[in-house]
């Protein structure tokens, strides 16, 4: 079974100040992981992806994620937080397989002026 | 291109009706999949399907049902409404799923009264 985890319900940052969000997910095999955005009322936008390659990922609006094998983390990261990154963050794995995509709980970011 | 297109936006029911979503995937996309989300339960996954073929299947019961057209469209059906059932249902495309990103609607957001 796949499974993901979110360990922060909310994350709060000062706008200029890094921004980091956590996931640890667990799946047989080599995964593919992916982190999505969601506004209020809205559906899911995605901001990058890791199939293989290079651990370090670079997605939309500044964002970049880093891979960890062996602590089995995919932490989303943006240098300079901005006001309007204020949104949920998802982390989603599928294994390599296919299969469906498993999402974490979801996390909150506050950054505020 | 199109992004992904789901029909209604708002949808306001009573419980023991059906209902009947619909989405339109991105040109080209052959994998449609849905989600239930909800502020307790999170995204869940109701099911994929491809070229016509229901892939996959999340765990909800024989209420939840869907189907999916020669042009990749889809609708999915939820028959003697509950309230718990409501929820925004979101709907995703890519081209075959596996290590492809999916792209997300905006949702249905369905009210069981």
């Known amino acids: 079974a796949q499974s993901v985890a979110q360990p922060e319900d909310q994350v709060n940052v000062a706008e200029g100040n890094p921004l980091t969000v956590k996931c640890t997910y667990s799946?047989?095999?080599?995964?593919?992981l992916f982190w999505y955005v969601q506004y209020p009322n809205r559906g899911l936008q995605f901001l990058l992806k890791?199939?293989?390659?290079?651990?370090l990922v670079k997605g939309s609006y500044g964002f970049e994620a880093e891979f960890n094998k062996s602590q089995t983390s995919f932490h989303l990261k943006k240098p300079s937080a901005l006001v309007s990154d204020s949104a949920l963050y998802f982390c989603?794995?599928?294994?390599?397989?296919?299969?469906?995509?498993?999402f974490g709980a979801g996390t909150q970011v506050v950054v505020t002026p | 291109k199109a992004g992904v297109t789901q029909t209604p936006r708002y949808l306001i029911k009573t419980r023991g009706q059906q209902v009947t979503l619909s989405c339109s995937p991105i040109?080209?996309?052959?994998?449609v999949s849905w989600y239930q989300q909800t502020p307790g339960q999170g995204l869940q996954f109701l099911f994929e399907?491809?070229?016509?073929?229901?892939?996959n299947k999340g765990n909800f019961p024989g209420r939840f049902s869907g189907r999916q057209f020669s042009n990749s469209r889809s609708e999915m059906n939820v028959s003697t409404l509950e309230l718990g059932d409501s929820a925004l249902y979101l709907c995703?495309?890519?081209?075959?799923?596996?290590?492809?990103?999916?792209?997300f609607g905006q949702g249905t957001r369905l009210t069981v009264v």
């Open positions: 989603a794995v599928r294994g390599a397989w296919g299969g469906k995509l498993q």
């Open positions: 995703a495309s890519s081209p075959t799923g596996g290590y492809t990103e999916a792209f």
């Open positions: 799946v047989s095999g080599n995964p593919y």
């Open positions: 040109s080209g996309h052959r994998s």
């Open positions: 399907y491809f070229s016509e073929t229901q892939r």
């Open positions: 890791y199939i293989t390659g290079d651990n």
